[in-house]
């Protein structure tokens, strides 16, 4: 099935570093949505983008929602070991009245805080 | 915690056999939703249901079918298992208030299926 194209694929980055990475699609998303996900555990929806050009930041993340709303980036500034995990891209679109539409993710982002 | 429960957590199954995993939503969210992961699929979409009708499906199987009962929990039962089926299923929920600017999905823990 569709998916979006995610990059990088993993990352192996030292702690107080930051960290970006990015998503992009060839057709359009009404939204955009980042989430975190542990071995063993569910996707945690970390930020959530619902405007083309919006800027959004939850704490020592930020993430933007693409002009063409074809893309979409996240930014994590002085990771940390906690910061470990897969970090997902997801596009949403809204089909009308109750219809949100199904969320298609990107492959994933690995990284690897060493201390 | 994101309010949304799956059972059961680990499943251990043989070819050819079927098996039912459940899915309660947050309180109050009317829509569910069921993803597959797997390693080589990543993330996929595999049906909604809203209020206890379908809404939309994806790459769902023949095989698999799921409903959502009047007290919104779903399940989503797998047939005829096949080696290739064992992955990690998600549920999530989501409000899908109508007319809404835009609906969050929150997932469950997952149940992680092998077929052996």
């Known amino acids: 099935g569709q998916q979006l194209n995610q990059s990088p694929q993993s990352m192996f980055i030292q702690e107080g570093e930051d960290v970006s990475m990015n998503c992009t699609s060839s057709s359009i998303f009404n939204t955009w949505l980042w989430y975190k996900q542990d071995p063993g555990e569910g996707p945690v929806l970390l930020i959530a983008l619902y405007k083309a050009g919006e800027l959004t930041s939850n704490g020592r993340l930020t993430a933007q929602f693409g002009i063409t709303r074809k893309d979409s980036f996240l930014n994590i500034s002085a990771s940390i070991p906690s910061d470990v995990g897969i970090y997902f891209c997801a596009g949403q679109r809204h089909a009308g009245g109750t219809s949100y539409g199904k969320l298609t993710f990107g492959q994933g982002t690995i990284l690897t805080v060493h201390p | 915690d994101s309010g949304v429960t799956q059972t059961p957590k680990h499943l251990i199954t043989a070819t050819g056999q079927r098996v039912t995993l459940r899915c309660s939503p947050r309180?109050?969210?009317?829509?569910v939703y069921w993803y597959q992961q797997s390693l080589d699929q990543g993330l996929q979409f595999l049906i909604q249901?809203?209020?206890?009708?379908?809404?939309a499906k994806g790459n769902i199987l023949e095989r698999f079918s799921a409903q959502q009962f009047p007290d919104l929990h779903s399940e989503l039962n797998l047939s005829s298992l096949e080696l290739g089926d064992s992955a990690l299923y998600f549920c999530?929920?989501?409000?899908?208030?109508?007319?809404?600017?835009?609906?969050?999905?929150?997932f469950g823990p997952g149940t992680r299926l092998t077929v052996l």
């Open positions: 249901y809203y209020n206890g009708e379908e809404r």
């Open positions: 309180s109050g969210d009317l829509s």
């Open positions: 999530a929920s989501s409000v899908a208030v109508q007319g809404a600017f835009a609906d969050t999905q929150y």
